[in-house]
């Protein structure tokens, strides 16, 4: 078992930052890759980034790359979402998750956090 706990969440003003953090626990390792999706009110859960453990690999969607950034902190078994130049369509619950695939599809995980609600003003 993992477990998941996210941080950071907020309400932030148009072209603000937030950084939300994913500490994980129990039965991890570096074969896992960890993820970020978000979800919108009467939206699908979608694909944010991810990044794997071992060797540090990412891969973000299309609608956050250049503005967001996933990193990891092996020593503290956190993974990072740095997000900058918010806009408004950014608004959801954010959510970490951890497979052992690199995927962008949510079924991949196995394991999920609570999620942590980001509010983007305009």
């Known amino acids: 078992q993992v477990q998941l706990v996210e941080s950071g969440g907020g309400l932030v003003q148009a072209g603000g930052s937030l950084r939300l953090s994913c500490a994980a626990s129990g039965r991890t390792g570096s074969n896992y890759h960890m993820g970020w999706f978000r979800q919108a009110p009467g939206k699908e859960r979608e694909f944010v980034a991810r990044?794997?453990?071992?060797?540090?690999?990412?891969y973000y969607a299309v609608s956050v790359k250049g503005r967001f950034t996933i990193s990891r902190d092996n020593a503290k078994n956190t993974v990072y979402l740095q997000m900058n130049s918010l806009k408004p369509e950014d608004t959801a619950v954010y959510y970490c998750?951890?497979?052992?695939?690199?995927?962008?599809?949510?079924?991949?995980?196995?394991?999920w956090g609570q999620g942590t609600q980001v509010t983007v003003s305009s």
């Open positions: 990044i794997r453990w071992s060797g540090g690999s990412t």
């Open positions: 998750a951890a497979g052992f695939y690199g995927s962008t599809v949510p079924r991949d995980y196995g394991y």
